[in-house]
């Protein structure tokens, strides 16, 4: 295929991976339903379609060839499949809607996002690996690689940025309020586990399934975009709301980055959990002002 074809191929293929991702938004933004499921199975046919269209070219190959298949035509027989790998994505966002993500603290509701958002990173991880056969989804926990200065100096960046603009957010706009009051040690202690929780766990759907899925068919760049949507539009239901996306959309941008580079499950995760540890202190912070006087708001 010559270098205009794959162009071509790609900027096609885009569109049902666009309209895929395109779901969160109405699912966790808009919260309309019935439009993310519309959006969700549309996407997915047309990536059939595509594929059954670019399909037949191959087999007409093989079917001709004198002497057997091409080796282009057997590269092509195994190229990932778009049309499963998006209805993986597909899959996990529509585990993750079927309940509200408003942060509560309260026995059932922990219970609902702990089987419902493991369920999000199971099921896909599951279909893939012993239905479709593949190992698309991975979670690699540690590389053999040491954490360089780099690395290091911006887990420092990510607790002091945080400690300057997160007080500022959350309390000027007033979105702590979209996060239960915590007055008591119990409910400080849930607070702490539901937010750490929360944020191990989008790393696992975003980063490694949305984003590595992604990555099969798109380059890192465009695919890092696409899971973006997705990771961002999640975060506003959660909470982060008003002005929230100047953040949440270079967070969300960077972690991608992030692990392309390092490949470590460990790293993002880290630098995660330090932001979340700044968003649990700001939290208690704001609901009982002068019991954390560590903010400068």
């Not at 991702?21 to 499921?37: D, I």
């Not at 698309?136 to 690689?145: D, V």
């Not at 975003?206 to 696409?226: E, G, K, M, S």
């Not at 929230?244 to 490949?263: D, E, N, V, Y």
Request: charged share 15%; proline share 7%.
């Amino acid at each position: 295929m010559t270098d205009l074809g794959r162009t071509t191929a790609l900027r096609i293929e885009l569109l049902p991976a666009v309209l895929v991702c395109a779901a969160a938004p109405a699912f966790f933004v808009l919260e309309t339903p019935w439009l993310g499921w519309v959006l969700l199975a549309v996407g997915v046919v047309v990536a059939w379609a595509l594929e059954r269209r670019a399909a037949r070219p191959a087999l007409e190959a093989v079917r001709v060839a004198p002497h057997g298949p091409s080796p282009e035509a057997v590269g092509e027989s195994r190229a990932p499949s778009l049309t499963r790998d998006l209805a993986l994505i597909a899959l996990g966002m529509l585990i993750v809607s079927v309940i509200p993500l408003k942060a509560e603290l309260d026995d059932l509701a922990m219970l609902r996002f702990t089987i419902v958002l493991g369920g999000a990173v199971a099921v896909p991880y599951l279909v893939s690996r012993f239905v479709f056969k593949d190992r698309a989804i991975g979670f690699p926990w540690r590389t053999r690689r040491r954490w360089g200065p780099l690395q290091w100096g911006w887990l420092v960046a990510v607790l002091v940025l945080g400690w300057l603009i997160l007080p500022f957010y959350f309390i000027t706009s007033g979105v702590y309020q979209n996060w239960p009051v915590v007055d008591t040690p119990d409910l400080i202690a849930r607070l702490f586990v539901g937010v750490g929780a929360v944020g191990i766990w989008d790393e696992l759907f975003f980063i490694c399934t949305v984003f590595a899925l992604l990555r099969r068919h798109f380059p890192d760049a465009t695919a890092n975009v696409l899971q973006a949507v997705v990771f961002v539009s999640f975060l506003w239901e959660l909470g982060y709301r008003e002005w929230g996306p100047l953040l949440t959309i270079p967070f969300a941008l960077l972690q991608g980055s992030i692990f392309f580079r390092t490949h470590s499950l460990a790293y993002v995760v880290t630098v995660h959990l330090l932001f979340d540890a700044v968003v649990f202190a700001v939290l208690v912070h704001a609901h009982n002002p002068g019991l954390l006087p560590i903010f400068l708001l």
